[in-house]
Nanobody
Framework: QVQLMESGGGLVQAGGSLILSCGASGSIFRPNTMGWYRQAPGKQRELVADITSGGSTNYADSVKGRFTISRDNSKNTVYLQMNSLKPEDTAIYYC????????????WGQGTQVTVSS
């Protein structure tokens, strides 16, 4: 099992910034992809950004140019720097890690609330 612990959510005004962190512990496997998803009330969970062990990144169109994902493999931690936040970024943000190790493995964090006020 892998445990994911998110931190850094909160309330911010539109145009502000937040940084989310997610540390992984337990039976870490590599290579893996770590990422952030979000779910707003009444909407489906959607990918925000993800990053492979090698550093390749992928972003949702809605956050390109505003959010930056990064990771520190030595700390098993992934970060999401969020700038120029908009009210529509309000959601619960979930950390995810996935990859293949004796089968497909996919784990989620508990989620952290991000609220952007207008």
């Amino acid at each position: 099992q892998v445990q994911l612990m998110e931190s850094g959510g909160g309330l911010v005004q539109a145009g502000g910034s937040l940084i989310l962190s997610c540390g992984a512990s337990g039976s870490i496997f590599r290579p893996n992809t770590m990422g952030w998803y979000r779910q707003a009330p009444g909407k489906q969970r959607e990918l925000v950004a993800d990053i492979t062990s090698g550093g390749s990144t992928n972003y949702a169109d809605s956050v390109k140019g505003r959010f930056t994902i990064s990771r520190d493999n030595s700390k098993n931690t992934v970060y999401l720097q969020m700038n120029s936040l908009k009210p529509e970024d309000t959601a619960i943000y979930y950390c995810n890690t996935r990859g293949y190790s004796s089968g497909f493995r996919n784990y989620w964090g508990q989620g952290t609330q991000v609220t952007v006020s207008s």
